[in-house]
């Protein structure tokens, strides 16, 4: 399907102002539920973490990836091979990060 017109434009800004948050971060937090990452959140993480930003994995879902991966390796690799599973222990990292400036 080819978007065109006003949707393609509305489509473009949301991309431009996601990427410009994501250069203006400290740290990003990518939600990795369901059994595969959304692709989009894969894409940020990824970005994030080629622009030097701490990426923070949070995953609630009991769902895993395969039988041997929580998330795809290259995701948990962007994430600095730790997965958090709950908004707590996500809490403490960001209480470390500030304490660390």
């Not at 998330?71 to 809490?91: A, D, P, T």
Request: hydrophobic residues 45%; aromatic residues 4%; glycine residues 8%.
């Amino acid at each position: 399907m080819i978007i065109k017109g006003k949707g393609k434009r509305i489509r473009k800004a949301h991309f431009e102002k996601d990427m410009k948050l994501l250069k203006q971060a400290d740290v990003i937090i990518a939600v990795l539920n369901g059994t595969d990452v959304d692709s989009g959140t894969a894409v940020e993480a990824s970005v994030a973490y080629s622009l030097g930003k701490k990426v923070i994995g949070l995953r609630e879902d009991f769902r895993k990836y395969s039988s041997l991966e929580e998330v795809n390796l290259m995701v948990e690799g962007v994430c600095g091979w730790r997965i958090l599973h709950n908004i707590k222990q996500v809490s403490a990292v960001l209480a470390e990060l500030k304490g660390v400036r």
